[in-house]
């Protein structure tokens, strides 16, 4: 059989600080992600806007 099959599962506590962290990583991630451009644009040289005509 598979070896995984047959492994202790980890404790809840270790399991709810994990996923704490990995909460608060992830979150963090998307704070910079949605905060690059607004950044980017505040140390641009270029003071055009963007405008979309359809």
Same mark, same amino acid.
């Given at each position: %059989?598979?070896?995984? %099959? ?8 270790? &399991?709810?600080?994990? $996923?704490?962290?990995?909460? &608060? $990583? ?8 949605? &905060?690059?451009? !607004?950044? $980017? =644009? !505040?140390?641009?040289? =270029?003071?055009?806007? $963007?405008?979309?005509?359809?």
């Amino acid at each position: %059989m598979f070896p995984g %099959m047959f492994m202790r599962k980890p404790d809840k506590a270790e &399991a709810l600080k994990q $996923l704490r962290t990995h909460v &608060a $990583l992830f979150g963090s991630w998307v704070v910079i992600i949605r &905060a690059a451009p !607004y950044v $980017l =644009s !505040y140390f641009s040289d =270029s003071k055009d806007e $963007l405008k979309i005509d359809f």
